[in-house]
């Protein structure tokens, strides 16, 4: 359960495209401006994770095998960001949505976007694996794509408010933030297994 819980909180906060965009684009256009793209994410992760919650739902009362294999995979891939996070600790990212279908594209972005659907198929997963009962997924998900929101919300407000400071300690920032994502990769990977 702590690993369960530790990869939520990490996965929503960390660095993704989500967070980035959000992050970048208020620091340039404004956090009001933003807003649309925000309100996307929402909309976006609750259908990513209602999906994904539902086809893993499926797999978890239909091939039991399947849960193994969702963790050990979700697992390696935050590994993986992990690593990616932890080697571009120091590259500055240049990405920004600035145009009036900010709500449109940050909702697609979702459906394109690698850490969201593995994020939301091991939540799925994990909510299963708990035995928390498939009546409240819908509820459950909600409650993720709300978290997901506050998070692009903060990034927003943070790229906004400490542009230089971010500039200054991205190294240090990221290395804090690859070895969390590492941390709970392994503990994912681990619960999956034993």
């Not at 996965?11 to 620091?27: D, E, M, R, W």
């Not at 940050?106 to 009546?135: D, Q």
């Not at 971010?166 to 999956?192: C, D, P, V």
């Amino acid at each position: 359960m702590g690993g369960f819980i530790t990869y939520i909180f990490v996965s929503v906060f960390t660095p993704g495209p989500n967070n980035i965009f959000a992050s970048t684009s208020s620091a340039r256009i404004g956090f009001k401006k933003t807003l649309r793209f925000m309100f996307g994410i929402l909309v976006g992760t609750f259908l990513v994770f209602l999906i994904t919650g539902l086809i893993t739902l499926y797999l978890y009362t239909n091939i039991a095998i399947i849960t193994k294999i969702i963790g050990v995979l979700g697992g390696l891939f935050i590994l993986y960001l992990a690593v990616k996070m932890f080697i571009s600790r120091s590259s500055s990212e240049k990405l920004l949505i600035n145009n009036d279908k900010l709500f449109l594209m940050a909702v697609i972005l979702n459906f394109i976007n690698a850490k969201t659907i593995i994020f939301g198929l091991t939540v799925a997963t994990y909510y299963l694996e708990l035995n928390f009962s498939p009546n409240y997924l819908i509820l459950f998900t909600l409650l993720m794509a709300i978290l997901c929101f506050l998070a692009v919300v903060i990034w927003g407000l943070f790229g906004q408010i400490f542009k230089q400071i971010l500039t200054k300690y991205r190294t240090i920032y990221n290395i804090i933030m690859a070895a969390l994502l590492a941390y709970s990769g392994i503990i994912i990977i681990y619960e999956s297994l034993f």
